[in-house]
């Protein structure tokens, strides 16, 4: 995956771009998800990880493709085989992308809580 796919944050963290990629779809749907746990530990071919799943190889074929084009698994030709392996790089632009509102509560939170402790000193 290239890095003109990740996020990008401004230098004050107040701006987010989203990536050309939906990492957020991709991840959204219980049987993609199914997939990358079962991809983590694994490289595996679309016969194999049909297996794991009551839906048809064309359906897994079409799961295993959002997630490709998401950059959350890659692929490659062995022989006759398509294998796919699990790339965590996209989980950590998840998670930098979750940082910047993780930030924006922990901020919130805080000014709150400094409100609230104001009053009981006044009462």
């Not at 990740?6 to 230098?11: E, P």
């Not at 771009?17 to 219980?30: E, R």
């Not at 992308?97 to 009462?123: I, M, P, T």
Request: proline letters at 4%; aromatic letters at 8%.
């Amino acid at each position: 995956m290239s890095t003109k796919n990740f996020l990008h944050i401004s230098k004050d963290k107040r701006t987010v771009s989203v990536p050309k990629h939906d990492v957020f779809h991709a991840i959204a749907d219980p049987t993609r998800r199914q997939m990358l746990q079962l991809l983590a530990d694994n490289e595996l071919s679309i016969a194999a990880i049909a297996k794991s799943f009551p839906i048809s190889r064309t359906a897994v074929n079409k799961h295993l493709h959002i997630l490709a084009e998401a950059g959350l698994v890659s692929r490659r030709k062995a022989g006759r085989e398509t294998r796919y392996r699990f790339n965590p790089e996209p989980f950590a632009e998840l998670k930098t992308w979750l940082s910047f509102f993780e930030q924006y509560w922990d901020e919130r939170l805080a000014a709150l809580k400094h409100l609230v402790e104001a009053d009981e000193e006044s009462s």
